[in-house]
């Protein structure tokens, strides 16, 4: 079993809708969680940081569900500049190797 | 600041050649690290660093070489190229070793023929 899964998508959606997706993990000892962005063929960059109690950026929620062992990301107002491949990342407390999930396709179209 | 730089950008290589990727970071950042991404498989680490003289094996090391003579600098050698080591190759720097943000580079795809 993979320690990071994701729906790959692609999800396709109009501008101005909510999107939302999943990642679940496998190790229960997971302490650090962050949704990374990756545009196609760049490198990913961190879009936001998952915390306990849930936390928004903008049009952006991230939340985590620790009994059932997923995170979530929910983007509100959808635009054409968030078409891109969305990175779940998991870390484990004085572990210094990430994981990475295969990654969730995000399409928006006009 | 430029970050997290790589070269070269794109690569061909004979299958048994070998070749250095290079990878350096102006953040005076301790945490260095590199991964490989493949269609459908998300990134894997490769080998990371946590200061100067000290490197570890990531998931995948195999067929793969690195040195940390420096905080700057993190090399990734391919001691003999082979087609499964086709990929695009991604070095990270972090300030921290506890899973705070990772910097990546802009990567270097290579083709192993």
């Known amino acids: 079993r993979k320690e990071v899964e994701q729906d790959p998508g692609p999800f396709n959606v109009p501008e101005g809708a909510t999107v939302a997706f999943n990642c679940t993990y496998s190790?229960?000892?997971?302490?650090?969680f962050f949704w990374y962005r990756q545009d196609c063929r760049k490198e990913p960059k961190l879009l936001m940081s998952?915390?306990?109690s849930g936390n928004e950026d903008g049009r952006f929620t991230a939340q985590l569900n620790r009994a059932s062992q997923y995170i979530s990301l929910l983007i509100r107002d959808s635009k054409l500049s968030d078409s891109a491949t969305y990175l779940c990342?998991?870390?484990?407390?004085?572990?210094?190797?990430?994981?990475f999930g295969a990654g969730t396709t995000v399409t928006v179209r006009a | 600041n430029a970050g997290v730089t790589q070269t070269p950008k794109f690569q061909v290589l004979k299958t048994g050649q070998s070749m250095t990727l290079q990878c350096a970071q102006d953040?005076?950042?301790?945490?260095m690290s590199w991964y490989r991404q493949d269609p459908g498989m998300g990134l894997r680490l490769i080998h990371y660093s946590v200061g100067a003289g000290i490197t570890d094996q990531g998931e995948v090391p195999n067929g793969y070489n690195v040195s940390r003579s420096t905080t700057e600098d993190f090399p990734l050698r391919l001691l003999s190229a082979a087609p499964s080591q086709t990929s695009v190759y991604f070095c990270a720097s972090s300030p921290g070793l506890s899973g705070e943000t990772q910097y990546f580079g802009p990567g270097t795809r290579l083709l192993v023929l």
């Open positions: 990342v998991v870390n484990t407390f004085n572990d210094y190797k990430l994981s």
């Open positions: 190790n229960s000892a997971s302490q650090s």
């Open positions: 953040m005076n950042h301790e945490y």
């Open positions: 998952v915390y306990s």
